[in-house]
């Protein structure tokens, strides 16, 4: 095995030249639905108890749902080794291939791909993403499906990322 400095594959370690990087946030409009709704809560509060109370309820509650937004986001990043896609990391030297689908590619890959599929979808931006095919055979996924807002540029970004000539076994134990 080779040593951390210049291995192609290092588990829990990420790449030190970004590629692509994405925040799948929610639109403007669930932002705002949340504040309706803890201003709602509010006016409840701020009739029974006061204006103060209805202010500080509605301000805590619009803090909090907001916050909740924010955290649960998905983070899209390509590096020099991995692809994280939320909390999933997939090392670039088990990708073939990467290709922007469109809505109507999309939609079918949702309802007609292969169960085995790895899925990172939201519903608020699930119209569009990129399927990613894998070759490893220690991986039970044979590709990744990820929706993003730039099919075409997380693409993009994972071919050029993608290890030339790579052998597959280069992850933790193999290739000594």
Not at 87 to 106: G, H, I, K
Not at 111 to 122: A, K, W
Request: aromatic share 6%.
């Amino acid at each position: 095995m080779t040593t951390a400095g210049n291995d192609v594959w290092a588990e829990g370690r990420d790449g030190q030249h970004r590629r692509y990087r994405e925040r799948l946030l929610p639109p403007i409009v669930v932002f705002l639905l949340v504040i309706g709704l803890a201003s709602i809560v509010g006016i409840a509060y701020g009739a029974a108890y006061g204006a103060a109370w209805g202010w500080s309820v509605a301000a805590l509650l619009a803090a909090i749902g907001v916050g909740v937004l924010l955290a649960t986001s998905t983070p899209i990043h390509v590096d020099d080794r991995v692809l994280r896609a939320g909390r999933a990391r997939l090392p670039l030297s088990s990708v073939t291939d990467a290709q922007p689908l469109d809505a109507e590619s999309m939609r079918e890959a949702r309802r007609h791909g292969d169960p085995r599929d790895y899925v990172v979808l939201r519903a608020w931006s699930s119209r569009r993403g990129v399927a990613i095919d894998l070759e490893d055979p220690r991986d039970p996924h044979p590709r990744w499906i990820v929706t993003t807002r730039h099919p075409e540029r997380l693409a993009e970004a994972l071919r050029e990322a993608i290890p030339t000539g790579s052998t597959q076994a280069t992850g933790p134990g193999e290739g000594e």
